[in-house]
């Protein structure tokens, strides 16, 4: 994405303050957590923020923003675009589960908003409009006879979407599993079942 | 569960202060949350709740303890003791759900519970025992070849899991669905897929 590694990072600029924000808002709760816990865990002044950002909205509309930017982004591509809508499922599936591994802080915040305030409201909007986009190409692959029709399609989507975001709870990068091995596991189940 | 309904509850029982502060944990997360904030929406003194309960972590551990009694209980079901190791899941698979439907407040409470302090790490720890005695029936299953072999167990259960867990996401009871529909279009995902 353009982002500079770690060690490339200059300190005080906006990407930077927003990978540690995404940490404390983890961590602490988007609502139990401060600037000044923000400020402390980057090694920086409260006025640093301030320069780059409006406040701790602005830095959990970013954080947020990184999952549903790179989500909605899948939508756009060709593989979602054309074909089958069984086909165009199953990479926003594997996308999905390629995105969530990359962006596990920012996927893992998105889930957990709630929307008690304007900005949360607006990211949760978005989310939904994911969904729905998701679930219309659910019910393509339906009325197309691709998939079974006997199951409402948002319900599925919603079923299929929660066993992909359960990956935020239990991945760890670098440990026995790789996103393939998910991508793999998690389409089997929901094309061909266990049986 | 033999818990006296919102009418009959005299309003100081500890059943009744684990249900307000299970919402109050909910609401503000476990770590922002205070018992001052568990007193005030109950609309008592902290010193009556310091009657019932040594503090925050013993009404964590009530609150999150109903819904890990109930879950190991269905362990303890018949259908869930003897039979082939597939119907013994698929049992588990729907009390799990009819659980989470029933105790919707508890579930979600527990699948938040991250392990700072040692009664979390202490029901982290039987979170982890339950899961790994499906990920068991689920290896029994595949070594009677009677469900797909070629997925790690621990992977399926957790993806199996991760689709009935984010039930608390979006599930509202008295909406359109019941728990009988997501049952029936979790296990048909999940044992016979989409296909």
Redesign the interface.
């Known amino acids: 994405m353009g982002r500079p590694s770690a060690s490339e990072r200059k300190p005080y600029n906006m990407d930077a303050i927003v990978d540690v924000a995404v940490q404390v808002f983890l961590r ?2 988007y ?2 957590a401060s600037l000044d816990q923000v400020a402390e865990a980057a090694g920086i002044t409260k006025a640093s923020i301030y320069y780059h950002a409006s406040g701790k909205e602005a830095l959990l509309a970013r954080g947020v923003g990184r999952a549903l930017d790179a989500l909605f982004a899948v939508l756009d591509e060709p593989a979602a675009q054309s074909g089958p809508a ?1 086909d165009r499922l199953r990479h926003v599936m594997r996308r999905t589960v390629e995105i969530t591994a990359t962006r596990l802080p920012e996927v893992a915040l998105l ?1 957990r908003v709630r929307g008690n305030t304007p900005t949360e409201r607006s990211l949760v909007a978005r989310r939904r409009e994911f969904d729905h986009l998701v679930a219309t190409i659910v019910a393509q ?1 339906q009325a197309a006879g ?3 029709a ?3 399609a948002g ?2 989507t ?10 935020t ?2 991945y760890r990068p670098g440990g026995g ?1 790789s996103a393939k ?2 991508v ?3 389409t ?8």
Chains 1, 2 share one sequence.
């Open positions: 602490r709760g609502d139990g069984i889930l692959a691709e998939v079974r006997d199951l409402d319900l599925v919603r079923l299929l979407f929660g066993m992909l975001n359960s990956i709870e239990w599993l091995d998910i793999a596991a998690a089997r189940i929901a094309f061909d079942g266990l049986k």
